[in-house]
T-cell receptor, first 115, second 119 residues
Framework: AQKITQTQPGMFVQEKEAVTLDCTYDTSDPSYGLFWYKQPSSGEMIFLIYQGSYDQQNATEGRYSLNFQKARKSANLVISASQLGDSAMYFCAMREERRDDKIIFGKGTRLHILP | GAVVSQHPSWVICKSGTSVKIECRSLDFQATTMFWYRQFPKQSLMLMATSNEGSKATYEQGVEKDKFLINHASLTLSTLTVTSAHPEDSSFYIC???????????????FGQGTRLTVV
């Protein structure tokens, strides 16, 4: 069974609009962390935001925020005021403490920002 | 901040030859390094975990003799693709999971990745 599910293979969004990228996860480990990474065509992995399983508040980093719904096992990424440079592949990932902190990735969402 | 430096960024090799990819942790010591492979338009798949001073652990389905991993020091982990074939062509990327001293609530640091093409 997939541990990280990203149901949107691709999205097209108009510039300056907000966009939500979906991510659900599956774990029985009480201690885990959730990440979002951006991967442009160059291949580098750019860290965007992190949410710990014990964090009470949703994480925010500039234009990025993580909508953490623990009971639903959901960790959606919200990008406000999208920019052309946001066009890239976005990966949701999870780290589980009892799996030696290995980070596993979802299949990703290709985001296209339209001018 | 902590950086993982990966080299080479790209390599083209002939079928049957071996290729070594290096990942160095700069300004911090990495006791563990994760190695991933990414085929075009696919996700990152964890291949193996290298551990300083001990044998690497491989994920199910990954050939140990094909992908040799060595973690010789606290700042260097290497992946050697032995007897490479065209189907090994992929993007390989390393990651240090946590930065010692910064706790577990932090990002994982990735190398820049290596694009391997076997012809």
């Amino acid at each position: 069974a997939q541990k990280i599910t990203q149901t949107q293979p691709g999205m097209f969004v108009q510039e300056k609009e907000a966009v939500t990228l979906d991510c659900t996860y599956d774990t029985s480990d009480p201690s885990y962390g959730l990440f979002w990474y951006k991967q442009p065509s160059s291949g580098e992995m750019i860290f965007l935001i992190y949410q710990g399983s014990y964090d009470q508040q949703n994480a925010t980093e500039g234009r990025y925020s993580l909508n953490f719904q623990k009971a639903r096992k959901s960790a959606n990424l919200v990008i406000s005021a999208s920019q052309l440079g946001d066009s890239a592949m976005y990966f949701c990932a999870m780290r589980e403490e009892r799996r030696d902190d290995k980070i596993i990735f979802g299949k990703g969402t290709r985001l296209h920002i339209l001018p | 901040g902590a950086v993982v430096s990966q080299h080479p960024s790209w390599v083209i090799c002939k079928s049957g030859t071996s290729v070594k990819i290096e990942c160095r942790s700069l300004d911090f010591q990495a006791t563990t390094m994760f190695w991933y492979r990414q085929f075009p338009k696919q996700s990152l798949m964890l291949m193996a975990t290298s551990n300083e001073g001990s044998k690497a652990t491989y994920e199910q389905g990954v050939e140990k003799d094909k992908f040799l991993i060595n973690h010789a020091s606290l700042t260097l982990s290497t992946l050697t693709v032995t007897s490479a074939h065209p189907e090994d062509s992929s993007f390989y990327i390393c990651s240090a999971p946590v930065v010692p001293g910064q706790g577990s609530d932090t990002e994982a640091f990735f190398g820049q990745g290596t694009r391997l093409t076997v012809v």
